[in-house]
T-cell receptor
Framework: AQTVTQSQPEMSVQEAETVTLSCTYDTSENNYYLFWYKQPPSRQMILVIRQEAYKQQNATENRFSVNFQKAAKSFSLKISDSQLGDTAMYFCAFMSYSGTYKYIFGTGTRLKVLA | DTGVSQNPRHKITKRGQNVTFRCDPISEHNRLYWYRQTLGQGPEFLTYFQNEAQLEKSRLLSDRFSAERPKGSFSTLEIQRTEQGDSAMYLC?????????????FGNGTRLTVT
């Protein structure tokens, strides 16, 4: 069974600084995708960034980038130039498309951006 | 794109009562997921539909939980004989079939409180 682990329950960062959120996963699959989702307080979950496992190049979306280490099964999220609006819960998620397209989520990291 | 709609937003019920939640996915999305989220935790997979077919159901679910998607459009999640441990946010999400890495689009959730 696949598992996703986020070992940092809470983190904080000063506005305009850079922060990295960690995620590791366990799978025997070769065909999968990885995602980071953001859940602001009392608001719905939205996609931040996604990574195809077969691609070696790390995904980037504006201020958000990932460090994908397939052999180590690590998928960290880097947020550059942190903004107050980045305050949220961040969830790492795994989806294998050789199975039933089920998404497995980690327990989340609560990020607080400080003014 | 009107987004994923969930009703009701909040439900308070007494232990032992039955409750039913509804999810209307984005119209062209054929995959529909139900997740349960407790405070400070990540979404926990409950079940998944592709069109009207329920392809997977979590072993964590007891027989008190049932979900349907009769015409491959909206879905309902019913909980029979509710228990206090059922109190949680119930999230619905959908994704299109085209594009294996299509992300999940989440609704705002239904918050269930069992007294």
């Amino acid at each position: 069974a696949q598992t996703v682990t986020q070992s940092q329950p809470e983190m904080s960062v000063q506005e305009a600084e850079t922060v990295t959120l960690s995620c590791t996963y366990d799978t025997s699959e070769n065909n999968y995708y990885l995602f980071w989702y953001k859940q602001p307080p009392s608001r719905q979950m939205i996609l931040v960034i996604r990574q195809e496992a077969y691609k070696q190049q790390n995904a980037t979306e504006n201020r958000f980038s990932v460090n994908f280490q397939k052999a180590a099964k690590s998928f960290s999220l880097k947020i550059s130039d942190s903004q107050l609006g980045d305050t949220a819960m961040y969830f790492c998620a795994f989806m294998s498309y050789s199975g039933t397209y089920k998404y497995i989520f980690g327990t989340g990291t609560r990020l607080k951006v400080l003014a | 794109d009107t987004g994923v709609s969930q009703n009701p937003r909040h439900k308070i019920t007494k232990r032992g009562q039955n409750v039913t939640f509804r999810c209307d996915p984005i119209s062209e999305h054929n995959r529909l997921y139900w997740y349960r989220q407790t405070l400070g935790q990540g979404p926990e997979f409950l079940t998944y539909f592709q069109n009207e077919a329920q392809l997977e159901k979590s072993r964590l679910l007891s027989d008190r939980f049932s979900a349907e998607r009769p015409k491959g459009s909206f879905s309902t999640l019913e909980i029979q004989r509710t228990e206090q441990g059922d109190s949680a946010m119930y999230l619905c999400a959908s994704s299109p079939r085209q594009g294996q890495n299509s992300p999940l689009h989440f609704g705002n959730g239904t918050r269930l409180t069992v007294t």
